[in-house]
């Protein structure tokens, strides 16, 4: 049986690192990538940018599964707002996973999210959706992340920590077990959140 198609949405950096996990999972064939309209045409490695937000609503008709690749950094607004268009218009957000992560049996992880090379999901941790768990990032046991939430390169998320929704939490930094961290959050590279 031959692997299913998907579609990504967002043609930048992100995109090619999921690219390379997509890749590597070997579930999924890159159907083609959905960015601004004046890129059509275009390609991020060997795929085709054949779309721009506004075709969303055709392409849901013919493909079933899309994932979304627009970093985030500053802001989720982009990355929510493709959600909850894709969520009304019946698509299938699956969870993208690299072969080199770890992601306990005993972990949960909402639909959408993409956690990528080398990334470590511990015992008991619940990551909500449209996450991005990026490279090297270390999520320990019992963690709950809310949605829309990006664990940037070689994060460490201690034991218990919650963190609400829509937080960014920079590379490198390092959180105390057992705290809570607000939605909205930003939290800088480096940084010890005790």
Do not use: W
Request: glycine residues 12%.
């Amino acid at each position: 049986m031959g692997k299913e198609l998907i579609i990504l949405i967002g043609g930048g950096g992100h995109c090619k690192s999921v690219i390379d996990v997509i890749e590597g999972q070997n579930l999924y064939e890159i159907a083609g990538i959905v960015d601004f309209p004046a890129r059509i045409g275009e390609k991020v490695f060997n795929y085709n940018i054949i779309g721009g937000d506004n075709d969303l609503p055709e392409l849901v008709k013919n493909f079933k599964h899309f994932h979304i690749t627009v970093g985030q950094i500053r802001t989720p607004e982009s990355r929510i707002r493709i959600f909850n268009e894709l969520v009304n218009l019946g698509a299938n957000l699956p969870v993208i996973f690299s072969p080199y992560a770890y992601v306990s049996s005993h972990a949960t992880v909402g639909i959408g999210t993409s956690i990528l090379h080398n990334a470590i999901v511990n015992a008991g941790a619940k990551i909500g959706m449209n996450c991005i768990i990026n490279t090297k990032a270390l999520i320990e046991h019992d963690v709950v992340i809310g949605n829309h939430c990006h664990i940037s390169t070689g994060a460490i998320v201690n034991g218990g920590v919650q963190i609400g929704d829509n937080v960014f939490f920079g590379s490198g930094a390092v959180s105390k077990q057992y705290i809570f961290i607000q939605s909205n959050s930003f939290v800088k590279a480096n940084s010890l959140i005790k």
